[in-house]
């Protein structure tokens, strides 16, 4: 008993002597992590509006978007689409990741135990005899790294950043998933509405190609302006089963990114029904705290940096300490003994020549660092890029909307003056003909413009960031239960 308090006296001894002076000495080498200096413009190009503190990305998904069915088809998405699957699988790994570093810091215990029987020679005096030997024995053995340097935390740090990057990669998934459905959604309005165009321009030359044939069977014109309305007419209806291809295939596409199999989608408001959201566009310095790009590549420089840190502790010694404490029974030629043993040990080992590998590593840990600084800064760039873009769309999609409703009520007026015309004899069938041909394509471009419009307040709001102070959990909350 006396030698075994005085074995466990002796490890603790040691732990504590060890410890603090780890604690106290150590430091965590490499460079801190700084944010690369990055002046951002006053406003953004093309900005319709003052600035004010309010912006469009500050609403959650289900506010930027009022279409209730589009509401639901994103609701659907969000939970059920494989690529949010996989960002949060990553984030998993990420969180597994960071674990198994983070235990490196800890001190690492296990154990062993062994038993066996034998039948052994032993040396008389006057002859060999043989007898019976068993042994049983048992030890927990101690190991910890004293992380002088910083490695450990610097590498626990590479890993907490790649976490919190895996998590924004996660919302930048979601964001565009929305964006992508809502974008989906009304190009299958547009499809909607200029297949409608279709229907009407097909009833309209079904009806010239039906007078042209009484005038012409009556002897009061020829066959000419038959076969052009013909003509007319038929090209129609090959657009009409045009447009219903592509709006199977969009709503095919609709389907994967709801996570299903392709099926009919249904449809809430008309184009023609929908509103373009109030989109303020708030501060140009908030941009690089809402979009999940931007913060998962400012996470990837984070982690960069940290790399660097593990790269210099490299150059330096690690030292740990290592302990065993356990006891050994065994039993020979009838007499049984037991007795405890142990070990403790100090060690350092180090680098003195690797042939410039060490330093090889330090220099590519460098050079990753300056790749994520320019990598941020294009990341940031192409923010505001996609910001401008969006403000330059809305802002002459809004012009150009009012000039092509003009045209459409001109051309609508112009077909009503030439059948006119025609009936009272004073036109041809080619100022007919050329009044609806003109006609139809204007109302195709303003369905077009519509809907450019509405996408161009997706694409605004994926640009800033959209819903960014939503938790994981809110991105998925069904729109009922959110609180708007």
């Known amino acids: 008993m006396e030698k075994n308090a005085a074995t466990r006296r002796a490890f603790v001894g040691l732990i504590s002597a060890v410890l603090p002076?780890?604690?106290?000495?150590?430091?965590?080498?490499?460079?801190?992590?700084?944010?690369?200096?990055?002046a951002t413009p006053a406003s953004f190009r093309a900005q319709m509006t003052a600035q004010e503190a309010a912006s469009f990305a500050d609403l959650p998904w289900w506010g930027a978007f009022n279409d209730p069915v589009l509401q639901g088809l994103i609701e659907e998405a969000v939970k059920?689409?494989?690529?949010?699957?996989?960002?949060?699988?990553?984030?998993?790994?990420?969180?597994?990741?960071?674990?198994?570093?983070?235990?490196?810091?800890?001190?690492?215990?296990?154990?062993?135990?062994?038993?066996?029987?034998?039948?052994?020679?032993?040396?008389?005096?006057?002859?060999?005899?043989?007898?019976?030997?068993?042994?049983?024995?048992?030890?927990?053995?101690?190991?910890?790294?004293?992380?002088?340097?910083?490695?450990?935390?610097?590498?626990?740090?590479?890993?907490?950043?790649?976490?919190?990057?895996q998590e924004d990669v996660r919302r930048g998934v979601l964001l565009t998933l929305v964006t992508d459905v809502a974008i989906g959604y009304f190009r299958l309005l547009e499809l909607d509405r200029q297949l409608a165009i279709a229907g009407e321009s097909t009833r309209t030359f079904k009806g010239s190609f039906d007078l042209f044939t009484l005038r012409f069977k009556g002897?009061?014109?020829?066959?000419?302006?038959?076969?052009?309305?013909?003509?007319?007419?038929?090209?129609?209806?090959?657009?009409?089963?045009?447009?219903?291809?592509?709006?199977?295939?969009?709503?095919?596409?609709?389907?994967?990114?709801?996570?299903?199999?392709?099926?009919?989608?249904?449809?809430?408001?008309?184009?023609?029904?929908?509103?373009?959201?109030?989109?303020?566009?708030?501060?140009?310095?908030?941009?690089?705290?809402?979009?999940?790009?931007?913060?998962?590549?400012?996470?990837?420089?984070?982690?960069?940096?940290?790399?660097?840190?593990?790269?210099?502790?490299?150059?330096?010694?690690?030292?740990?300490?290592?302990?065993?404490?356990?006891?050994?029974?065994?039993?020979?030629?009838g007499e049984s003994h037991t007795f405890g043993v142990w070990s403790a040990a100090l060690s350092a080992a180090g680098p003195i020549f690797n042939g410039g590998r060490l330093h090889a590593i330090y220099e590519g840990r460098k050079a990753y660092w300056d790749e994520t600084v320019s990598e941020y800064h294009r990341t940031v760039l192409t923010a505001f890029q996609e910001t401008s873009d969006a403000l330059v769309a809305q802002?002459?999609?809004?012009?150009?909307?009012?000039?092509?409703?003009?045209?459409?009520?001109?051309?609508?007026?112009?077909?009503?003056?030439?059948?006119?015309?025609?009936?009272?004899?004073?036109?041809?069938?080619?100022?007919?003909?050329?009044?609806?041909?003109?006609?139809f394509p204007a109302q195709d471009a303003l369905a077009q413009n519509q809907a450019d419009e509405l996408i161009a307040a997706v694409n605004l709001y994926k640009a800033l960031g959209g819903g960014w102070k939503l938790t994981p959990e809110q991105w998925v909350q069904p729109v009922a239960m959110a609180g708007g």
């Open 395 to 439: 802002q002459t999609l809004a012009a150009r909307r009012t000039a092509l409703e003009a045209q459409v009520a001109d051309l609508q007026r112009s077909v009503g003056l030439s059948g006119d015309r025609y009936d009272n004899g004073r036109a041809s069938y080619f100022e007919v003909l050329e009044a609806q041909q003109q006609l």
């Open 219 to 333: 002897g009061r014109d020829s066959e000419l302006p038959v076969q052009r309305a013909q003509a007319n007419f038929d090209e129609s209806r090959a657009r009409a089963e045009d447009l219903r291809r592509q709006i199977a295939q969009q709503e095919n596409a609709l389907s994967v990114l709801l996570g299903g199999y392709p099926r009919d989608i249904p449809r809430g408001r008309s184009l023609m029904d929908q509103t373009v959201p109030a989109t303020p566009v708030g501060a140009t310095s908030d941009l690089l705290q809402r979009r999940p790009d931007i913060l998962a590549a400012e996470q990837t420089m984070v982690s960069a940096n940290a790399e660097i840190g593990v790269a210099v502790a490299n150059f330096f010694p690690r030292i740990g300490l290592s302990a065993l404490i356990g006891v050994d029974w065994f039993r020979l030629a």
């Open 80 to 165: 059920n689409n494989y690529d949010v699957k996989i960002a949060v699988a990553r984030i998993e790994q990420a969180r597994a990741q960071l674990g198994v570093v983070h235990s490196e810091a800890l001190p690492q215990l296990n154990y062993g135990a062994d038993a066996g029987a034998g039948r052994v020679p032993v040396q008389g005096f006057n002859n060999v005899k043989a007898t019976t030997v068993g042994s049983i024995a048992g030890a927990i053995d101690f190991a910890w790294e004293a992380d002088i340097w910083g490695r450990i935390r610097r590498s626990t740090e590479a890993a907490r950043a790649n976490l919190l990057a």
């Open 21 to 38: 002076a780890s604690l106290i000495g150590g430091c965590t080498l490499g460079p801190d992590y700084k944010r690369p200096d990055m």
